[in-house]
């Protein structure tokens, strides 16, 4: 079984330049989420979706930050304009069942952002 | 509000040695708890949960952790280190919001060392 693939890896932009971060789920995988790891943190959650609905992106920053899943599978993560403290980590991923109790997610290898 | 707190953000034990690494939550309902690690450049995969069964949890690669309401912890395990371990561990917590839905909240992590 295929696991959660982003791209691209590594990307440096400049500040004030915009990014886009793509994920593509483990087939079948209902729920999708976006994580931002800075270094030395735990993984803090941006944004799930819930099939192409969302169900939580209450720390979102939505002035520059924006996500989409339109079809239900793949998603798109963008952020315009960066900023030197979006330095971090971009983690997706997906769980089979709706985020509830126990449900296991399972993680893409990260996109690593360095704004400069 | 659920947090989880890792003590440690580094321990270094010798190849063959226990590893203890620490984590306490905060939770004003009954935990879904869980340990992922973490390899250098890829996402985090999961050793083990707890979901209210059995308070000994088994995972992989030898790792257990013991659920213990009194205090409040939920610390990691393995008996003997191996080089091979040497990862960063983050504990986590999942937490219910509006809607029904649960996200997890990270500790910081524990970067464990393991030397010859």
């Known amino acids: 079984e295929a696991g959660v693939a982003q791209s691209p890896r590594y990307k440096i932009i400049e500040k004030r330049q915009s990014v886009a971060f793509w994920c593509n789920p483990i087939?079948?995988?209902?729920?999708l989420y976006w994580y931002q790891q800075i270094l030395g943190q735990g993984p803090k959650l941006l944004i799930q979706?819930?099939?192409?609905?969302?169900?939580?992106d209450s720390q979102l920053p939505k002035d520059r930050f924006s996500a989409e899943r339109l079809k239900g599978v793949d998603s798109t993560l963008k952020i315009q304009p960066a900023k030197l403290e979006d330095s971090a980590v971009y983690l997706c991923a997906s769980s089979l069942k709706p985020p509830i109790g126990g449900n296991e997610q399972f993680f893409g290898p990260g996109t690593r952002l360095t704004v400069l | 509000a659920q947090s989880v707190t890792q003590l440690g953000s580094h321990v270094s034990v010798s190849e063959g040695a226990l590893v203890l690494l620490r984590c306490n939550y905060s939770?004003?309902?009954?935990?879904?708890l869980f340990w992922y690690v973490q390899y250098p450049n890829q996402g985090l995969q999961l050793l083990l949960k707890?979901?209210?069964?059995?308070?000994l949890v088994k995972g992989i690669n030898g790792f257990e952790a013991e659920f213990k309401k009194s205090e409040t912890s939920f610390h990691l395990t393995k008996p003997s280190a191996h080089m091979s371990d040497a990862a960063e561990y983050f504990c986590a917590v999942s937490s219910a919001f509006s809607g029904g839905y649960n996200k997890l909240i990270f500790g910081a992590g524990t970067r464990l060392a393991v030397h010859p």
């Open positions: 707890y979901t209210s069964a059995a308070t």
């Open positions: 979706f819930q099939n192409n609905g969302v169900v939580d």
């Open positions: 939770s004003s309902v009954p935990p879904y």
């Open positions: 087939s079948g995988h209902a729920t």
